[in-house]
């Protein structure tokens, strides 16, 4: 019955790949499947590449079977042969968050030697939505350039860099900023985001002072 219901969600909700590298920051990827979790009739597909997974017990303790509870399926990063790797499984976009160098490196030549970059590749070729949450700093030229060729190419670069204008309190404050960004780029309602909505009424005043 429950992959009956699962299989009318997948006709007709959202489909989003989630694909979580191992770039430092996968507090982004667990809080991005929180926030889809919450969107009704979202079906969230998750792909780790193995830094990804390592990099999740480094900075987190879980492991990928705790990511797996949030998202609808979870697909192995060997698993070539899976429906994410082809154009004709109907995803509506991929997040990949965080996006390591390697990875967003490997999307921008098309060297699709794992399920993540292909899954990537294949929402590029197919003109879907394919938001890069890449986190590395400081950046080199190299890195400047792959990110404008993947502009060109189609690809959001989203890189998790927060604003402060909502007065963050907590650390997950900061992460929902940017995570919170991205959902808004996906068209995905999130209730509670905290948005910029001018100074408050006392500054205005001010200000007119
Ligand atoms: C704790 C830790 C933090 C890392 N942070 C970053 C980072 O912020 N950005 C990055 O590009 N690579 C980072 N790396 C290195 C990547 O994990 C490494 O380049 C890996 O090969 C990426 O593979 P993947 O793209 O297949 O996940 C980090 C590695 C570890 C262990």
Redesign the pocket.
């Known amino acids: 019955m429950e992959s009956v219901l699962i299989a009318e969600q997948e006709r007709s909700g959202v489909n989003v790949i989630v694909g979580v590298?191992?770039?430092?920051?996968s507090v982004y990827g667990i809080r991005l499947l929180e926030r889809l979790r919450g969107v009704p009739g979202a079906v969230i597909h998750l792909v780790m590449?193995?830094?990804?997974e390592?990099?999740l017990f480094?900075?987190t303790g879980k492991r990928i079977a705790d990511l797996g509870k949030l998202a609808t399926f979870t697909y192995r990063v060997e698993d070539i042969g899976c429906r994410l790797a082809s154009g004709s499984f109907r995803s509506d976009a991929m997040v990949v968050a965080?996006c390591?160098?390697?990875?967003m490196s490997?999307i921008a030549c098309g060297i699709t030697s794992?399920l993540?970059v292909r899954a990537a590749d294949v929402t590029l070729k197919e003109r879907r939505k394919l938001i890069l949450m890449v986190?590395?700093t400081p950046l080199h030229l190299g890195h400047l350039r792959t990110m404008t060729q993947l502009a060109e190419m189609g690809a959001i670069i989203a890189p998790p860099i927060p604003g402060f204008y909502t007065n963050p309190q907590t650390v997950m404050d900061i992460v929902d900023q940017s995570v919170d960004r991205v959902m808004d780029l996906l068209g995905l309602p999130v209730e509670g985001a905290r948005r910029w909505d001018g100074p408050a009424d006392d500054d205005k005043t001010s200000g007119a002072e």
């Not at 590298?21 to 920051?25: I, L, R, V």
């Not at 590449?49 to 990804?52: A, E, L, N, T, V």
């Open positions: 590298s191992g770039a430092s920051g590449s193995r830094s990804g390592k990099t480094l900075e965080p390591s160098v390697h990875t490997a794992n993540l986190r590395e």
